[in-house]
């Protein structure tokens, strides 16, 4: 497992994409927008970005779009954006600054069909309408 | 070893890794990346690829390279398959490593 792991360290500053993670780990600054199962944000770490993960522990400070199963906001943390999440938990002293939603249905709803569903609703108000205006 | 930046085989990065500010300034690449490196001591393990350029104080590389790289001292061992343009002052080469490019010297003179 500890060779699934990426580390950035803490004199490290990435800017970019990452992708095809397992465990990342940030004791640096990273800008990046990053799909993985497990990421770690340390006291010193610093990230920007979009994260998509199932377990995201944040220490550190984080800005961004969070969309995780599991969110661990630890005393340390400040945090600010948007948390999506399906389970929080917040420990006190977390500074959090942020829009947080508890998602259980978005993956069983796509955002397509809800746009798709809602297109349906306004033809079927305009059939109706134009209906109305036949009768 | 939170000093050590260390990107893990499967993993895919872009962009651009500063890390030589004094707090950590060891990169070991066994993923792919694909951008720019500026660090202290860069190591790119075997079964890794890179693509783009590398400003190091010294290199050692054991996976597929292609691009720029501009160190002190470098490696390439017998895993090695480099092409592109090297600038180095102290350079040794495995036997069996693969190199095609173009080798200068760092500091003329």
Redesign the interface.
């Given at each position: 497992m500890a060779?699934?792991?990426?580390?950035?360290?803490?004199?490290?500053?990435?800017?970019?994409?990452?992708?095809?993670?397992?465990?990342i780990?940030v004791?640096?600054i990273v800008e990046?927008d990053v799909t993985t199962e497990k990421l770690t944000i340390?006291e010193?770490g610093k990230f920007g970005g979009s994260i998509n993960s199932k377990l995201v522990v944040v220490s550190g400070s984080y800005d961004g779009n969070m969309n995780a199963d599991s969110v661990w906001l630890m005393p340390s943390s400040r945090v600010s954006g948007e948390i999506k999440y399906k389970s929080l938990q917040l420990d006190r002293g977390a500074a959090l600054n942020c829009r947080v939603i508890q998602n259980w249905d978005e993956k069983v709803i796509p955002e397509q069909e809800v746009a798709e569903s809602e297109e349906q609703k306004a033809s079927d108000s305009n059939n109706k309408q134009t209906s109305a205006e036949k009768a | 070893?939170?000093?050590?930046?260390?990107?893990?085989?499967?993993?895919?990065?872009?962009?651009?890794?500063?890390?030589?500010?004094?707090?950590?300034?060891?990169?070991v690449l066994?993923?792919h990346y694909k951008?720019e490196m500026r660090a202290v001591d860069v190591k790119l393990e075997s079964g890794s690829t890179f693509n783009g350029k590398i400003f190091a104080q010294s290199t050692e590389i054991g996976g597929k390279v292609n691009g720029d790289i501009q160190t002190k001292s470098l490696k390439l061992t017998s895993s090695a398959k480099f092409e592109g343009s090297i600038l180095t002052d102290e350079l040794a080469i495995d036997v069996g490593a693969e190199v095609s490019g173009s080798i200068s010297k760092l500091q003329k003179g």
């Open positions: 060779e699934k792991m990426t580390t950035i360290g803490a004199g490290a500053h990435f800017k970019g994409k990452i992708s095809n993670a397992s465990t780990e004791s640096g990046a340390n010193t | 070893m939170a000093d050590v930046t260390y990107i893990s085989p499967e993993i895919k990065m872009d962009g651009i890794l500063d890390v030589t500010s004094a707090k950590g300034s060891t990169v066994a993923g951008g």
